[in-house]
């Protein structure tokens, strides 16, 4: 025990230093170059807008929708990639089918789909899920399909020897090999899910993160909230990679 807090120190100290290595080269640039707050606000300026903006309300509503859309994306990407990953490491046929599909989806780019998504289903919540889930779905289904093509072939071949059942090699020999795997496709897909939720709802939506963005670059010519949206944006991200993180290390262990 008496280890555990100068281990975490040493963990948290490089980040603080990081944090304010950054801020005051932020600071310095603002001062330096004497721009204007409607350009490139201070750091202190947009502290006291990011308190401002969560204790008034300005924030509260559309982070809680962005919130909304980053979970139910999430979890509608990562249900549908498990079983394509699956099915894409245990049938040839189906690799050789969807493959080409898979990666030519994926190399289409996001922001250039999201508008005729949300053409094709409206800009309520639904669009945005399924931006999100399309997002999340390939670093998931590709780090499946690597994970179970990685487990050993002498232990499958043990099972087989032992007739083990396709349900017991699953739950006995190829999740606990591969689950290291997938979880780095999921701690990929989580800070994406943020990512999709933000096109989402920039493609059209009348509350969210992304919304806010706009209304403060535009027609609020708010660039103090504009920044503290993005820090919010940040934050969020960082807090869901964070919870994948400590899943993983509980699921898997801590790999350093």
């Known amino acids: 025990m ?6 975490r120190l040493r963990t948290i100290a490089p980040v603080l230093l990081g944090a304010v290595g950054f801020l005051g080269l932020w600071q310095l640039i603002v001062v330096v170059g004497a ?14 807008r990011f308190a401002a903006a969560w204790t008034d309300g300005t924030m509260g509503p559309h982070a809680v929708v ?18 394509v990953g699956y099915l894409l490491a245990h049938s040839r046929l189906a690799s050789l089918v969807l493959s080409p599909y898979l990666v030519a989806a994926q190399s289409t780019p996001i922001l250039a789909l999201s508008p005729l998504i949300t053409l094709w289903f409206g800009s309520e919540l639904l669009s945005k899920v399924i931006i999100c889930s399309l997002i ?37 020999l190829e999740v606990p090999a591969a689950l290291p795997s997938v979880m780095g496709g999921i ?5 994406l899910a943020v ?20 209304l403060a670059r535009g027609s609020l010519f708010d660039t103090p909230l504009l920044f503290a949206t993005l820090l919010t944006v940040a934050l969020i991200g960082v807090g869901l990679y964070g919870l994948t993180v400590l899943a993983e290390r509980r699921l898997v262990g801590d790999r350093g």
């Open 35 to 48: 721009y204007e707050r409607w350009i490139l606000p201070d750091p202190l300026t947009v502290a006291r």
């Open 2 to 7: 008496s280890g555990g807090r100068p281990g």
């Open 66 to 83: 962005t919130l909304q859309e980053i979970f139910l994306g999430f979890a509608v990407g990562v249900a549908v990639a498990l079983p």
């Open 136 to 172: 999340v779905f390939f670093p998931v289904a590709v780090s499946t399909l690597v994970g179970l093509r990685s487990v050993n072939g002498e232990l499958l071949e043990l099972g087989s020897s032992l007739r083990a059942t396709r349900r017991q090699v699953l739950t006995t």
């Open 187 to 191: 701690r990929v897909g989580v800070t």
């Open 195 to 214: 990512v999709g939720a933000i096109i989402g709802e920039w493609a059209g939506g009348e509350k969210g993160l992304g919304v806010l963005i706009n």
